[in-house]
């Protein structure tokens, strides 16, 4: 399933562009500390269909979702998976 409608909640404030950020994550993907304080590594990933680019955050325990162009800066992603704590964190991260 894609992100067809963007994000959901409440936004943060951006320093860098969904291309921007998927860029400096790169093809192996990086390790950062969230707003929570859990190590997070993100990958570039794509959806189900493969037509959307997304950007994927893995938590030591769980999967936190993923990001996409349309749910950048939202704190909720498309699928309604809470992601603001990861998603703010790496795009401060650099």
């Not at 990001?67 to 401060?92: F, H, M, P, V, Y």
């Amino acid at each position: 399933m894609g992100h067809p409608n963007g994000g959901k909640g409440n936004t943060f404030s951006i320093g860098h562009s969904f291309e921007e950020v998927y860029e400096y994550i790169g093809p192996h993907g990086i390790s950062f500390i969230s707003t929570t304080g859990e190590k997070i590594f993100a990958r570039r990933g794509l959806t189900r269909d493969k037509s959307t680019a997304t950007i994927v955050f893995l938590g030591e325990k769980n999967r936190h979702g993923s990001a996409c162009k349309a749910c950048w800066g939202n704190r909720i992603d498309c699928t309604g998976s809470r992601i603001g704590q990861c998603a703010e964190a790496l795009d401060q991260s650099f």
